[in-house]
């Protein structure tokens, strides 16, 4: 047994070696450091002085700026291609990602980026990928220094530099930061497949040329932001003005930005992942699943089959965690109706009329704009689906709230940040006993919504989170349209904003004049209309 460890120890330290001996190249590492301290008084200058210059001019000054290094506060690109891997590869492709991350460790820097992007692009179809747009620009913002974002800010026409496939990049750059050029390297393609292999470097260097070239040097200040280990610096040394060096010390005193200092609000995004999928929690994770699936079994029974006096301590005594909010002068105004109440929720998840009925531990009738049959069948309260045709649909709820209570998601759809949509005004002529109910959930691990993958999935998905929670909030009531001052076509839509604001103001979310068909053009490219087999 000791003859087999020593000679298991003996490989490892040969194979250490053999690895890390090339990197380890004193006169390389002595010549650059000896270009850059000749040149520091000429050309580079520590990054933090750059916080002193002025505005820069949009049209005479170009900023190019590597993202790795000078933008984004977390060292490590391991955790962007763990999310391409299990969003758009699925769980094997992340469980294998994790498993090479040992050896990830002992290659270097470029040959470990090759390792991840064979490892998640391989095999993925180039026309389905929209990991790149929908779902990365969420967790890069949540990394992006508050330092950095405030030299952005400074003006002048912007590069930014990647090595890194732009098809994970662009997005997020362009759409959320207003880069104006980004430059990162090519995942080759063979018949609409990634091969998993990227371009050469020489071609995102020619890029990077050809756009240095265009804004006219002769004209134009190039100014180059870059790390001591970064390969831009040694590309632009030849063309910038000045160059600013980014060090790890810099960087351990970044501030990440919070969501009120971003450039433009982020109200879309998808995926199943609502973590930063470290190699330590993406392990947590796939610890946890098999606890997980077991979990969401035991929790849905519960939920079905069993009554609510009986499925609710259960459910709390699993980790669930359900909060009401319930409101007193309610409860005696509808003692002498003859019709039932409508009440009228913003939505965070598929779950959100089951809650208000676990909350309110009454039988309710939930009108959707759009469900599985999965879903449908599996729906512990009566559902009833609407046909988005406004005659038909009125008709529909006249005759549910003649039979009972019914609560609707005038959204028609899930948002997961905290943005209400657009309300339909449909509701507004249903019932003049309008009840807004404030709906919030909080998840730690997965996400209970998507829009580009199976949505009869979602309540699994939510219910398989360590701890759940679910928070209802029931306002003050609200008259309907016929009791609306005024009257007429604008009325339905006053009513309609009226309660949106109400809610909006109870759970501190902001209003938007989004849809549901904005929602599925930008995260999944069609309107957003589910089969119904």
């Known amino acids: 047994m000791a003859k087999f460890f020593m000679n298991y120890f003996s490989f490892f330290f040969f194979l250490y070696r053999l690895v890390f001996k090339p990197s380890k190249n004193p006169k390389t590492f002595h010549r650059t450091a000896s270009n850059i301290h000749a040149n520091e008084g000429k050309l580079y200058h520590k990054y933090p002085s750059f916080a002193h210059k002025a505005n820069l001019s949009k049209d005479q000054t170009l900023l190019i700026f590597n993202v790795e290094d000078a933008l984004l506060k977390s060292p490590s690109l391991f955790p962007y291609f763990m999310l391409v891997a299990f969003e758009a590869g699925g769980l094997l492709r992340a469980f294998i990602l994790i498993l090479s991350y040992p050896l990830l460790c002992l290659v270097g820097e470029d040959m470990r980026l090759k390792i991840m992007v064979f490892v998640c692009f391989f095999g993925v179809k180039t026309k389905s990928f929209r990991v790149g747009s929908v779902v990365l620009p969420k967790f890069f913002l949540e990394d992006v220094a508050v330092e950095t974002l405030e030299v952005l800010k400074k003006g002048g026409k912007k590069v930014g530099f990647s090595n890194v496939p732009r098809v994970m990049i662009e997005s997020f750059l362009r759409d959320y930061l207003d880069i104006d050029f980004v430059v990162g390297r090519e995942v080759k393609v063979f018949r609409g497949y990634f091969l998993g292999v990227m371009e050469d470097k020489k071609q995102s260097n020619a890029a990077l040329e050809t756009i240095i070239g265009s804004q006219g040097l002769g004209n134009c200040d190039v100014i180059g932001i870059s790390g001591f ?60 699943l098999p606890f997980g699936i077991t979990l969401s079994m035991i929790r849905a029974i519960s939920g079905i089959l069993l009554p609510y006096r009986l499925s609710i301590p259960i459910l709390a005594y699993s980790g669930f965690q359900l909060s009401l909010s319930p409101n007193p002068s309610l409860r005696s105004s509808n003692t002498r109706k003859t019709r039932g109440r409508l009440y009228v929720c913003n939505h965070k998840t598929l779950l959100d009329p089951l809650y208000l009925s676990f909350s309110l531990q009454k039988e309710l009738t939930a009108v959707t704009y759009s469900l599985s049959r999965v879903s449908e069948l599996l729906a512990p309260i009566k559902t009833v689906r609407l046909a988005r045709d406004r005659d038909q649909d009125s008709k529909m709820m006249e005759k549910m709230l003649n039979e009972g209570d019914l609560v609707v998601c005038p959204e028609g759809t899930t948002c997961r940040e905290p943005y ?113 087999s």
């Open 229 to 288: 280990k970064g390969s831009l610096q040694y590309q632009l040394s030849s063309h910038c003005k000045e160059i600013y060096l980014v060090r790890n010390a810099d960087k351990r005193s970044w501030q990440r930005i919070r969501r009120d200092e971003y450039l433009k609000p982020l109200i879309f995004h998808d995926g199943r992942l609502a973590f930063m999928p470290t190699p330590l929690a993406t392990l947590a994770m796939f610890m946890w």
């Open 420 to 532: 209400l949509l657009r309300f339909s005004p449909l509701f507004t002529e249903m019932s003049d006993d309008i009840v807004p109910v404030a709906m919030d959930s909080h998840v730690s691990m997965f996400y209970g919504t998507t829009a580009g993958g199976l949505k009869c999935l979602d309540p699994l998905f939510f219910i398989m989170n360590p701890r759940p929670s679910y928070n209802v909030r029931v306002l003050d009531g609200v008259y309907g349209l016929s009791s609306f001052l005024g009257g007429g076509e604008r009325s339905r839509f006053d009513v309609a904003n009226h309660v949106q604001s109400e809610i909006g103001k109870a759970l501190g979310f902001g209003c938007t004049r989004l849809t549901r068909r904005d929602k599925y053009l930008i995260l999944a490219g069609n309107e957003g209309i589910v089969n119904k």
